[in-house]
């Protein structure tokens, strides 16, 4: 099968709905599986390090990858180019 730009021009209206269907889908079903863990405020109260710190990666491998990947990189970017971190050698 050959797609063409007249091809294309068909099955574009079906295929953006039904990726952002499919996403939409698999992002609450992520959500609600976290919330099953914690179903009132009480049990967030209880809730240890380890289990926060398994939400936060999570939320920032599924998420935001980008912007948590960028922020990281102009974090250490930062720390490495300061005055203070330069060491001389003698």
């Given at each position: 099968?050959?797609?063409s730009?007249?091809?294309l021009a068909w099955w574009l209206p079906a295929l953006v709905p039904s990726y952002l269907i499919l996403c939409s889908s698999l992002?609450?079903?992520r959500r609600?599986?976290?919330q099953k863990s914690f179903p009132d405020r009480?049990?967030?109260a209880k809730m240890t390090i380890t289990e926060?710190?398994?939400?936060?990666t999570k939320l920032t491998e599924l998420e935001f990858p980008?912007?948590?990947?960028?922020?990281?990189q102009?974090?250490?970017?930062k720390v490495t180019s300061t005055e203070s971190s330069k060491v001389e050698m003698y």
């Open positions: 099968m050959v797609f730009t007249g091809n992002r609450y079903r609600n599986e976290m009480a049990s967030l926060a710190q398994v939400i936060v980008f912007t948590v990947l960028t922020s990281l102009f974090a250490l970017f």
